[in-house]
């Protein structure tokens, strides 16, 4: 089993409406969570972390942890044209000394 | 603000050669983090170093070794070039914290094409 899992495809969503993206992983005793997000060409930057199980929302984005369910997701609301990016999860890895394990991303499309 | 700083933006090197990629982080990171990315693969981890002079392999070390003489900097080599290291190279740097701010910054990447 991957240690984290992004499985849906490309997202296409009209401007205004919500985007939803689901990453779950395997190391039960993982204890934070980040979301990237890559612009084309561009190096990751850091959107969300959250640590504790619910949601945490900053902005338009909301993160949402459950620890038992071993799934994170991210919310984007009113979508805009500059969302459209590759949004990768993160997992610290328990027994790796601070690294992260990624999955491999989940594109989104915003359409005007 | 984290600046991570990776020396070449693009480069181009012919199989054989012996390549260096240079990182340098500006907030005294005690972490230090090589990563190439493909596309359909994702980020795979190549090495990582907690600690000046300490290093450890990631998922897909072979072909690579890396330096860390210095706290600010972490070098990756390529000691023989070949075509299949052709990809986007990007360095990351974090607080050794074991608490939740270990949030990894990344530089803006290396585009390394072997020819």
């Known amino acids: 089993q991957k240690e984290v899992e992004q499985n849906s495809g490309p997202l296409s969503v009209p401007e205004g409406a919500i985007a939803s993206l689901n990453c779950t992983y395997s190391d039960r005793g993982s204890q934070s969570f980040f979301w990237y997000r890559q612009y084309s060409g561009k190096s990751p930057e850091l959107i969300m972390s959250i640590y504790s199980n619910g949601d945490k929302e900053d902005g338009r984005f909301t993160a949402q942890l459950n620890k038992a369910s071993q799934y994170v997701s991210l919310l984007i609301r009113d979508s805009q044209p500059s969302d459209s990016a590759t949004y990768l999860c993160?997992?610290?890895?328990?027994?790796?000394?601070?690294?992260?394990?990624f999955g491999k991303g989940n594109q989104v499309v915003v359409i005007p | 603000d984290v600046k991570v700083t990776q020396s070449s933006r693009y480069l181009v090197k012919r199989t054989g050669e012996k390549v260096f990629l240079e990182c340098v982080q500006d907030?005294?990171?005690?972490?230090m983090f090589w990563y190439r990315q493909d596309p359909g693969l994702g980020l795979r981890l190549i090495y990582f170093s907690y600690d000046v002079k300490m290093k450890e392999k990631g998922d897909i070390p072979e072909g690579y070794s890396v330096s860390r003489e210095k706290k600010e900097r972490f070098s990756l080599i390529l000691e023989s070039a070949s075509t299949n290291q052709t990809s986007m190279y990007l360095c990351?740097?974090?607080?050794?914290?074991?608490?939740?701010?270990?949030?990894?910054?990344f530089g803006a990447g290396t585009r390394l094409s072997v020819l």
């Open positions: 993160a997992v610290r890895v328990y027994y790796g000394n601070n690294r992260l394990a």
């Open positions: 990351a740097s974090s607080l050794k914290a074991s608490g939740g701010e270990n949030i990894q910054y």
């Open positions: 907030m005294d990171h005690e972490n």
